[in-house]
């Protein structure tokens, strides 16, 4: 998530959702209607028909993606704020094109005077953004192309072409200024760096899109190939850094008391206060020289380090595969000032234990997390940079969300630039299930209607019905944030609902078998459920993320029938969501009878639901719950 998204939610909130009730009605069998196929835009099928991709879902007999091995050596001397770096990376190409002209993504150069950018720049945002000192191809050096107007990515000739199945070797000598200014990176403060999307790297190529030119504007968020990290930060004496995977020489740079309590920490269900405010003051943490640490990642996306003089350390661990008994450790950095962060490593632990072993039900695949205090209320692969909240509630539900971006979109390898959706939602929706957890389903439901839906469900404008398959990177405001989070956390909780859990962990576990440490696409996930549910489900696809529309039933009559009643619902919005009919019955009882979104398989605009009672219906009303219906004027039926 990031905190801009969390926008216009503060309005209406319906709290409290209506008993549902299990119903003895069996939805319409999906497989007894007519089989449509998806759209595919052309650059999709041509990568289906290139059997890179499969259409039962799996990767094709041709999958292929490409990864690099990084080694940087990065020096930030605060409060110094030039950050320089020297990178060398080894390119693996495993697709069968030769590769002429690849491309260098810059982010930082966002920071650029002029670079195209969703939102304004203060003058503390403002830099010279990334400097390339030196770039060499295979040890020779050669001139970097970039110049005054290159913003966030940049092409480069190479001087012999990439072959298939071959490598090449590239080096870079760079440095840049930390922005005064922190958002989803920056200055913290003046002695506390957070850097993240700040080394130069090979962009995306992939069997859909070939090479990856999206700029870079503070909105959509990333788009990474696995790659294999060893990076080393060299920071004056007294200061800490935290940074993903293993830190190599923890010996080397912590004092012998603090370095113990770091080990004990590993294996602790407890809180560890590694280095507290008295420490860090008393300069009793590091070695009193300047120090390297030594940071080693595999098959990750991404690397960001955090480094402070003053911020404070905890740490504890949790199980997070019961047959295993695997430990991840979970630390936080952060400011003694901050109340709510003296609870992060139980929260941290909390979220791994409950994300590993309910939704989404597997492993946490990392071997520690980190909760940084900053602005960003963003993801990281292992890392987390939440601000500082008054309301602890609050404060573990975001770090919840960012928690469990984890599996989606770091675990699963997804493009969150065009289909952001495919992380995004899946959040969101472990958000809420880990919020019924925590907090019961009526305040969980009333808080996520608040924050997830009610601004797209009240809103009339065109642009918040546009479709979820539309690409991320063609979105801005609202659409973007709706489309992205609520709609699609919908979507992925009404097919919970319409499976069942036993059917719905079988495909969400099927579909993240299959893909995990690749580069799934919305067509690998439809095709997947559809496949190992044995279910025809593009009627739920089409209704949920290819058609335009919005959240509207309608009941439109009640019927008495030999056992009961048949209840007549329009679907007015045109999404498949699923509807409990209340029945409010002449004795003063009422009854809740739950319709799940198979009622639209066979008709996705009209229904007939066959009640059996022996009661007679005085009225009833349709409730849709979380997924909050745009006009409930129409949701109701009264005998005359
Ligand atoms: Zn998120």
Same mark, same amino acid.
């Not at 953004?129 to 110049?147: D, K, L, R």
């Not at 690397?303 to 979970?330: E, K, P, Q």
């Not at 918040?464 to 539309?470: A, H, K, R, Y």
């Not at 593009?538 to 439109?556: K, R």
């Given at each position: ?202 962009? +995306? ?373 699923? +509807? ?61």
């Amino acid at each position: 998530m990031d905190l801009r998204m969390r926008l216009h939610a503060l309005g209406l909130v319906i709290v409290g959702a209506a008993a549902c009730a299990p119903t003895p009605k069996v939805a319409p069998t999906p497989s007894t209607t007519a089989a449509t196929s998806l759209y595919m835009p052309r650059n999709i099928a041509k990568a289906f028909r290139n059997g890179t991709r499969s259409p039962d879902g799996r990767p094709g007999p041709k999958y292929w993606q490409n990864r690099g091995r990084y080694d940087i050596a990065i020096t930030a001397l605060p409060p110094d704020r030039t950050v320089r770096g020297s990178e060398e990376i080894t390119y693996y190409n495993n697709s069968p094109d030769t590769l002429r002209n690849p491309v260098i993504k810059l982010f930082l150069n966002i920071h650029k005077p002029g670079a195209p950018r969703m939102g304004g720049a203060s003058a503390d945002y403002l830099t010279d953004g990334v400097t390339i000192e030196s770039f060499a191809v295979n040890g020779s050096n050669v001139a970097w192309p970039g110049g005054a107007r290159t913003y966030t990515w940049q092409r480069f000739p190479l001087p012999t072409p990439l072959l298939p199945h071959d490598s090449v070797h590239l080096s870079f000598k760079w440095h840049y200024p930390i922005s005064l200014e922190s958002g989803r990176e920056g200055m913290l403060d003046s002695t506390t760096y957070f850097l993240a999307y700040f080394y130069p790297r090979v962009a +995306v190529f992939d069997d859909y899109d070939g090479w990856d030119t999206m700029n870079f504007t503070d909105m959509q968020e990333f788009y990474s190939d696995f790659n294999d990290y060893d990076v080393s930060i060299t920071v004056p004496a007294n200061f800490v850094v935290w940074g993903p995977g293993t830190l190599l020489n923890a010996a080397d740079v912590l004092q012998p008391a603090i370095l113990d309590r770091f080990n004990r920490s590993m294996t602790s269900d407890q809180t560890i206060n590694i280095a507290t405010r008295a420490d860090m003051a008393a300069k009793r943490v590091t070695k009193q020289s300047r120090n390297t640490w030594r940071f080693r990642a595999r098959d990750i996306p991404d690397m960001a380090f955090n480094l402070s003089d003053h911020y404070v350390w905890d740490g504890g661990s949790v199980i997070v595969d019961s047959a295993t008994r695997r430990r991840s450790s979970v630390q936080a950095s952060y400011n003694d000032t901050a109340a709510d962060y003296h609870h992060m490593v139980q929260y941290g632990r909390h979220s791994l234990e409950w994300l590993s072993s309910n939704w989404p039900g597997v492993p946490y695949p990392f071997e520690k997390t980190t909760v940084v205090q900053g602005t960003a209320d963003m993801e990281y692969p292992m890392f987390v940079n939440d601000e500082a909240f008054p309301d602890t509630v609050f404060a573990r539900f975001v770090v919840e969300h960012e928690i469990a971006h984890s599996w989606f979109p770091f675990y699963m390898g997804i493009n969150e630039t065009r289909y952001a959706y495919m992380d995004e939602g899946w959040a969101t929706a472990f958000e809420y299930l880990i919020g019924v957890s925590d907090l019961g389903a009526d305040r969980a439901g009333g808080f996520f209607k608040q924050f997830r839906v009610s601004g797209w469900a009240g809103n009339p404008s065109s642009l918040e019905d546009l479709p979820i398959i539309t690409p991320t990177d063609a979105l801005t405001g609202a659409a973007y944030g709706d489309n992205s989070y609520g709609k699609p956390a919908l979507a992925y909780l009404a097919l919970k609902d319409m499976l069942g859990d036993t059917q719905f962990r079988a495909a969400l576990h099927g579909f993240m078998d299959r893909w995990h440490g690749k580069h799934p696409i919305p067509w690998d996930f439809f095709n997947s459920v559809n496949n190992i549910t044995g279910q025809n489900l593009n009627w739920y696809w089409n209704g949920w993320f290819f058609d335009p529309g919005n959240i509207d039933v309608a009941l439109l009559a009640v019927e008495k029938t030999g056992n009961g009643y048949d209840v007549h619902i329009a679907n007015v919005g045109g999404k498949p969501v699923p +509807v409990d009919i209340v029945a409010r019955f002449t004795d003063g009882t009422t009854q809740t009878f739950h319709q799940t979104a198979g009622i639209w398989a066979r008709d996705p605009k009209h229904t007939i639901v066959s009640l059996a009672t022996s009661k007679t219906i005085q009225s009833a009303t349709l409730d849709t719950g979380i997924w909050v219906d745009a006009d409930s004027t129409n949701n109701t039926w009264s005998a005359k």
